[in-house]
Nanobody
Framework: QVQLVESGGGLVQAGGSLRLSCVVSGRTFSSYTMGWFRQAPGKEREFVSVISWTGGRTYYRDSVKGRFTISRDNAKNTVSLQMNNLKPEDTAVYYC?????????????????WGQGTQVTVSS
C-alpha cells in the first residue's frame, strides 16, 4: 500500500518562505506523477502544482507561478514544494498526491493516493 507523508508546514509572515516535503512509500515512486493541492477553510480543494515521473515537466496554477517550485528526488522517494513570497491567500492545508497512471492531472479525481496534509498559515 502506498503511503504519503507531508511535512514542512507552519506559520510564516507574508513574504516569507516554506519548503514542503512529501515522502512516498513504495518501490515505484519514480513512475508516479506527483501533485500538490491545497484546501482553505470553506473552500474546495484546488490544484497547486504537478511534476511528471521524470521530473522533466512541471505545471503550476497561475496564482503561484514564479513563487512556487516543485521538484522531486526519485532516489529519496520525495517530492518537494518550495514556496517563496508567501501571501495570506496561500493559507491552506497542503496535500501531496500520487498518480500511478501518469495522467499529469490538475484535478483531484485523477490522483490515486493522498497524504494527510500539512497546515500552512501566512500572516499579514
Amino acid at each position: 500500500q502506498v503511503q504519503l507523508v507531508e511535512s514542512g508546514g507552519g506559520l510564516v509572515q507574508a513574504g516569507g518562505s516554506l519548503r514542503l516535503s512529501c515522502v512516498v512509500s513504495g518501490r515505484t515512486f519514480s513512475s508516479y506523477t506527483m501533485g500538490w493541492f491545497r484546501q482553505a477553510p470553506g473552500k474546495e480543494r484546488e490544484f497547486v502544482s504537478v511534476i511528471s515521473w521524470t521530473g522533466g515537466r512541471t505545471y503550476y496554477r497561475d496564482s503561484v507561478k514564479g513563487r512556487f517550485t516543485i521538484s522531486r528526488d526519485n532516489a529519496k522517494n520525495t517530492v518537494s514544494l518550495q514556496m517563496n513570497n508567501l501571501k495570506p491567500e496561500d493559507t491552506a492545508v497542503y496535500y501531496c498526491a500520487a498518480d500511478w497512471h501518469k495522467r499529469f492531472g490538475v484535478v483531484a479525481r485523477e490522483y490515486d493516493a493522498w497524504g494527510q496534509g500539512t497546515q500552512v498559515t501566512v500572516s499579514s
